[in-house]
């Protein structure tokens, strides 16, 4: 693990313990965790235009008190994502909600997909024994990793929704990827335009999460 990463951990562990208490907080006043990559993290973005920002502001002209931690570390695979679950969870310090959404690095770098379903699968282990109510982040493949490699990545998510019994929204990037006039000049990374519109797609998935007892 580099310098930089270690130092964006531990900032995100020094910001939960502030923001959530043992024990959990009360419903007016609810903690999500965005744990994922550079799309939470919010990759080639000012703060406030990032994913979480964008979130927490969206949720609460709807009318919820919410803080959307980002959890989100550039670069992040599921095996990078599975080393510091555990850790960041292990103190009894709970979310109300965690929006799990890694995956994609793993495609882009053609890990293979049996690797990338079990890290998830552990993840969701780790969040159902310690009883974090979950929404899955879906991802899929690029198209020109092959026709073999998108239909095994693509099921992992869907499966293990079921598996878990966990609201799944099929695709983080849906509606943006492909658009030049919603991603930076990578063609990977949403701009602020593209995370508006991201944010706008997922959030009810989040208030029917947040909702469920």
């Given amino acids: 693990m580099n310098g930089l990463k270690t130092i ?106 049996e690797i990338t379903r079990a890290n998830l699968d552990q993840m969701m282990r780790i969040l159902d024994k310690t009883a974090v109510k979950t929404l899955i982040m879906g991802m899929l493949a690029p198209p020109n990793m092959g026709p073999e490699y998108s239909a095994a990545f693509n099921r992992i998510y869907p499966d293990l929704a079921q598996k878990y019994n966990s609201p799944l929204y099929p695709f983080f990037l849906d509606g943006v990827a492909g658009s030049p006039a919603l991603n930076q000049r990578d063609g990977i990374h949403p701009n602020p335009q593209g995370v508006a519109i991201i944010v706008q797609k997922v959030a009810p998935y989040i208030m029917d999460s947040l909702r469920t007892p």
């Fill in 8 to 113: 964006k951990i531990f900032a995100l562990f020094a910001l939960f313990l502030a923001m959530k208490p043992p024990g959990g907080m009360a419903a007016d006043n609810l903690t999500i965790l965005a744990f994922g990559d550079s799309l939470t993290a919010g990759y080639g973005l000012a703060a406030d235009q990032g994913f979480t920002h964008q979130l927490e502001r969206e949720l609460e002209k709807r009318g919820i008190n919410v803080s959307v931690i980002n959890g989100g570390v550039s670069g992040d695979t599921t095996s990078g994502g599975l080393s510091r679950l555990e850790w960041l969870l292990g103190n009894g310090r709970k979310p109300d909600l965690v929006l799990l959404e890694l995956g994609a690095n793993d495609a882009l770098r053609g890990i293979r997909p």
